[in-house]
């Protein structure tokens, strides 16, 4: 056993199931330092999934600035809002959805945990879907065909892997993401030369520059609801078991640099290959796509590693998306939570493979809908940040008129309506191939904002009916307001 394991509690070590629910990690068991958050979002987006969005930017009409551009403010931007809300996590030591019950209420936060249940459950449903494929491709080299009974035993052997190591926990979690890293960013950045090797350099960089409104800010709002927005109701729950004394602003940056650097490299891969392979976005199987760009010999490794890094990625995914039906009041051990979300993944996974075989039109629908929900829980959450240095760990727990969270009829009410009108107007504005709201219009009806617009008004009207009276509320449910010198309990 290696020093770090014995340091270790015994409720959460590698490879054993981790015991502890949503309740509050207390002192006695924090442990780990916020540089693991740079293995643990690193590994999240090595998925070969962010060379689909490079392509999409060029479908967009982008050049290669104009996409470089993207590909840095979409996912290091949007990762500055998981690494914020990850501070939360060291407060208060309990998962993100739970900690959330402070600024919403014990019942009105069902709302925004059932909305985050369903984008996690989502999201690892599409990424089990891509790493199904890589695998269907893999056992193509060995002659086997891509029959519907091949596809569905892809999906289970992903499916399977997925529900292990979510069923194992936080320190298992944090052990496979740094193990991923390596293996798969070494074998990813293998696999991205060879791509290199086939970039049209004339074509790439004579590319006119595309617009802004279609283009751009479109594409813009795509990529940051498909990297930092679908993880931001995450956050915390990697934090938890950091000690108090953890720097903020470590978190932050190791959070950031580590899903930044391998989204930037794949986005930007996506847009070279675009160049000898324009239809990636229309490709009914992506990855299949972007194998055969590659020699024969490096088909396999290709596969593998697609498998690999997107295995890392929904591992998480689960894992969370199982904290949150704890958050929604089913009373199962975690681990069971966990086996829940599985079928529920298996299903909607073999539905999208077997029956609907569509992946570009669910998947742009189900980021730009659930942005809308996740973005305005989130500018509530951020200003309720602004508030308080710490969380009432008997009040998050107890969910009854006995929890310092009940509020009114366990609902703080200024919160909510803050959180509605933001998904209200950010529906208003969207544009997606299953809704387009009425008000999507002008520079909206090509961009998509609509969710960032909602991300504004949130923050704004919860600020402002703070101000008019619910600071003091808050502020008292929060235990008061701590405000200690940088690096001490109540530092960012």
Same mark, same amino acid.
């Given at each position: 056993?290696?020093?770090?394991?014995?340091?270790?509690?015994?409720?959460?070590?590698?490879?054993?199931?981790?015991?502890?629910?949503?309740?509050?990690?207390?002192?006695?068991?924090?442990?780990?330092?916020?540089?693991?958050?740079?293995?643990?979002?690193?590994?999240?987006?090595?998925?070969?999934?962010?060379?689909?969005?490079?392509?999409?930017?060029?479908?967009?009409?982008?050049?290669?600035?104009?996409?470089?551009?993207?590909?840095?403010?979409?996912?290091?931007?949007?990762?500055?809002?998981?690494?914020?809300?990850?501070?939360?996590?060291?407060?208060?030591?309990?998962?993100?959805?739970?900690?959330?019950?402070?600024?919403?209420?014990?019942?009105?936060?069902?709302?925004?945990?059932?909305?985050?249940?369903?984008?996690?459950?989502?999201?690892?449903? $599409?990424?089990?879907?891509?790493?199904?494929?890589?695998?269907?491709?893999?056992?193509?080299?060995?002659?086997?065909?891509?029959?519907?009974?091949?596809?569905?035993?892809?999906?289970?052997?992903?499916?399977?892997?997925?529900?292990?190591?979510?069923?194992?926990?936080?320190?298992?979690?944090?052990?496979?993401?740094?193990?991923?890293?390596?293996?798969?960013?070494?074998?990813?950045?293998?696999?991205?030369?060879?791509?290199?090797?086939?970039?049209?350099?004339?074509?790439?960089?004579?590319?006119?520059?595309?617009?802004?409104?279609?283009?751009?800010?479109?594409?813009?709002?795509?990529?940051?609801?498909?990297?930092?927005?679908?993880?931001?109701?995450?956050?915390?729950?990697?934090?938890?078991?950091?000690?108090?004394?953890?720097?903020?602003?470590?978190?932050?940056?190791?959070?950031?640099?580590?899903?930044?650097?391998?989204?930037?490299?794949?986005?930007?891969?996506?847009?070279?290959?675009?160049?000898?392979?324009?239809?990636?976005?229309?490709?009914?199987?992506?990855?299949?796509?972007?194998?055969?760009?590659?020699?024969?010999? #490096?088909?396999?490794?290709?596969?593998?590693?697609?498998?690999?890094?997107?295995?890392?990625?929904?591992?998480?995914?689960?894992?969370?998306?199982?904290?949150?039906?704890?958050?929604?009041?089913?009373?199962?051990?975690?681990?069971?939570?966990?086996? $829940?979300?599985?079928?529920? #993944?298996?299903?909607?996974?073999?539905?999208?493979?077997?029956?609907?075989?569509?992946?570009?039109?669910?998947?742009?629908?189900?980021?730009?809908?659930?942005?809308?929900?996740?973005?305005?829980?989130?500018?509530?959450?951020?200003?309720?940040?602004?508030?308080?240095?710490?969380?009432?760990?008997?009040?998050?727990?107890?969910?009854?008129?006995?929890?310092?969270?009940?509020?009114?009829?366990?609902?703080?009410?200024?919160?909510?309506?803050?959180?509605?009108?933001?998904?209200?107007?950010?529906?208003?504005?969207?544009?997606?191939?299953?809704?387009?709201?009425?008000?999507?219009?002008?520079?909206?009806?090509?961009?998509?904002?609509?969710?960032?617009?909602?991300?504004?008004?949130?923050?704004?009207?919860?600020?402002?009916? #703070?101000?008019?009276?619910?600071?003091?509320?808050?502020?008292?449910?929060?235990?008061?307001?701590?405000?200690?010198?940088?690096?001490?309990?109540?530092?960012?």
């Amino acid at each position: 056993m290696s020093v770090q394991q014995q340091l270790q509690p015994e409720a959460d070590r590698p490879w054993a199931i981790e015991l502890h629910g949503i309740e509050p990690i207390g002192d006695d068991e924090r442990h780990g330092a916020p540089t693991e958050l740079f293995w643990v979002w690193f590994a999240a987006n090595i998925g070969i999934l962010g060379i689909v969005y490079g392509g999409i930017l060029t479908a967009a009409g982008l050049n290669l600035w104009q996409s470089l551009l993207v590909a840095v403010v979409g996912s290091a931007g949007s990762f500055v809002l998981v690494g914020v809300l990850s501070v939360a996590g060291k407060w208060g030591g309990a998962p993100m959805l739970t900690l959330s019950r402070a600024p919403f209420g014990t019942r009105g936060n069902l709302g925004p945990t059932l909305i985050s249940w369903v984008s996690l459950v989502g999201w690892e449903t $599409i990424t089990v879907i891509t790493a199904a494929y890589a695998l269907l491709g893999l056992l193509g080299l060995l002659g086997l065909p891509a029959t519907p009974v091949w596809t569905l035993a892809s999906l289970v052997v992903v499916a399977l892997l997925v529900v292990l190591f979510g069923l194992l926990g936080h320190a298992t979690l944090v052990w496979i993401q740094q193990a991923a890293t390596w293996i798969f960013g070494l074998l990813t950045l293998v696999v991205v030369l060879f791509l290199l090797a086939k970039t049209d350099w004339a074509k790439v960089l004579a590319a006119p520059p595309g617009p802004w409104d279609s283009g751009v800010l479109a594409t813009l709002s795509i990529v940051i609801a498909g990297t930092g927005i679908g993880w931001a109701n995450a956050g915390a729950d990697y934090t938890r078991y950091l000690p108090r004394a953890s720097s903020g602003w470590a978190i932050v940056g190791w959070t950031v640099l580590g899903a930044a650097l391998p989204l930037v490299v794949l986005i930007m891969t996506g847009v070279f290959l675009s160049s000898r392979l324009p239809n990636l976005t229309s490709a009914t199987n992506p990855i299949t796509a972007i194998g055969q760009e590659l020699p024969p010999w #490096m088909a396999a490794p290709y596969l593998l590693t697609a498998v690999g890094g997107l295995i890392a990625s929904a591992d998480l995914s689960i894992y969370s998306s199982g904290l949150n039906l704890l958050a929604l009041g089913v009373r199962l051990e975690r681990y069971k939570t966990v086996l $829940i979300d599985g079928v529920l #993944m298996v299903a909607g996974a073999a539905y999208v493979m077997l029956v609907a075989q569509d992946f570009f039109g669910p998947f742009e629908s189900f980021l730009q809908l659930l942005s809308d929900g996740l973005t305005a829980w989130a500018a509530v959450f951020v200003v309720d940040m602004l508030l308080r240095r710490g969380y009432d760990a008997r009040g998050l727990i107890e969910t009854g008129p006995g929890s310092r969270y009940y509020y009114r009829a366990g609902v703080n009410w200024r919160a909510f309506i803050a959180w509605l009108l933001g998904i209200v107007v950010g529906l208003l504005f969207t544009v997606s191939p299953w809704f387009t709201g009425p008000l999507a219009r002008g520079i909206f009806a090509s961009s998509s904002l609509g969710y960032l617009l909602g991300f504004v008004v949130s923050a704004l009207v919860y600020w402002l009916l #703070m101000l008019a009276g619910g600071r003091r509320e808050v502020l008292e449910a929060a235990g008061g307001l701590v405000s200690e010198a940088p690096g001490g309990e109540g530092s960012a």
